[in-house]
């Protein structure tokens, strides 16, 4: 079945970038996207990529992919105290009906002053 | 602004109560969905509805029911609560339409089962 992978931990410090990568594995994934959850909160939709897309670019937030070796990955240019969160990788379903998502563990991201 | 919001942020229950989450989103949203959250699982789809009365089984539906006679109401259901359901439950809603991309998520509730 489809699933999506991500390393659990990254460590950074502040003004650094941060590179949070995700492989998944459904290859006609319509949306792949980025979810910020911190802490005690739900998740926030942080940016998606279109399937068709190479790169996104919003602000200090870069997503690239490379739909041949099904992997996604987001940027964070000089990462903040306020960027430590659990980010989640999620890809839309192949069932033709894209409601559900095929999510991640989530990688948490702290960010040492 | 977009809103979805669960009834209680922290609840705690005993073993074998009936236990009721309930999410409401003002969006006019056609799907709404439960999920469970727990350290080094992620997210798991419990169950979601993709319309008023209609409902689908995530992926650990077990232990659980819905019930969705409003549109802008899906209620989690646990019709006698276990230790092992103590976790962090998260609600979401999505538009049916095709432009439609996000998926918009309460702040969750955190239910102990005692």
């Known amino acids: 079945g489809e699933d999506v992978e991500q390393s659990l931990f990254l460590s950074v410090r502040e003004g650094d970038s941060s590179v949070i990568n995700c492989t998944y594995t459904?290859?006609?994934?319509?949306?792949l996207y980025w979810y910020k959850q911190e802490p005690g909160a739900g998740l926030q939709l942080l940016t998606y990529i279109f399937s068709n897309m190479d790169m996104k670019q919003d602000q200090r937030l870069t997503v690239l992919l490379n739909k041949k070796d099904k992997h996604l990955s987001l940027r964070i240019a000089d990462t903040q105290t306020g960027d430590s969160a659990i980010y989640f990788c999620a890809e839309s379903d192949n069932a033709g009906n894209n409601r559900k998502l095929i999510w991640g563990l989530g990688t948490s991201l702290a960010v040492n002053p | 602004d977009v809103k979805v919001t669960q009834s209680s942020r922290y609840l705690v229950k005993r073993t074998g109560e009936k236990v009721f989450l309930e999410c409401v989103q003002d969006?006019?949203?056609?799907?709404m969905f439960w999920y469970r959250q727990d350290p080094g699982l992620g997210l798991r789809l419990i169950y979601f509805?993709?319309?008023?009365?209609?409902?689908e089984k995530g992926d650990i539906p077990e232990g659980y029911s819905v019930s969705r006679e409003k549109k802008e109401r899906f209620s989690l259901i646990l019709e006698s609560a276990s230790t092992n359901q103590t976790s962090m439950y998260l609600c979401a809603s999505r538009s049916r339409a095709p432009s439609s991309y996000e998926q918009y998520f309460g702040p969750g509730t955190r239910l102990t089962v005692t």
């Open positions: 969006m006019d949203h056609e799907n």
């Open positions: 459904d290859s006609s994934s319509t949306y």
């Open positions: 509805s993709y319309d008023v009365k209609m409902k």
